[in-house]
């Protein structure tokens, strides 16, 4: 497996997380604070630190990686720090997925904050805001 890394992927990466968390998202500054490394053979993708990746997004890693996996439609597992994807996702591709997960899973839709949490009540799942306390239903996944 061979780290994916060089001068001209790392700079697009920076552009596209500076990017994201330029974006409109109210108090989104801290919206990705720990930078994917990713890595790929001929059949998977590895998150080496994705463990810290979900943590700094303040949701449950496995909640991430059911999102991942179902709009990817590729399976894979959490093994320790990392998270192994069967199958190649590169890193725009990655990088979307990120800034859907949190359009749909962090920021509140009324007041735009990110101090959010997800509660389930019966078989329904709410985004519960912190900041204005608005309480808007989500998709179980
Ligand atoms: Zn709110």
Known sequence: ME???????EKMLDHIFAKIQRGRSGRGERMITVTPEVMHDRRQTVILNYRS??????REPAHLARFIFKESGKPGIIDGERLVISGI??????AKLLQLYH???IKCPVC???DTKIVAEKRFRFLVCEICGAKSPVRKI
Do not use: C, H
Request: proline residues 0%; negative net charge; aromatic residues 8%.
């Open 3 to 9: 780290l994916a890394t060089n001068e001209a992927y």
């Open 53 to 58: 990746v979900a943590e700094s997004m303040n």
């Open 89 to 94: 996702i590169g890193e725009e591709e990655l």
């Open 103 to 105: 359009r749909e899973f």
């Open 112 to 114: 735009g904050g990110i």
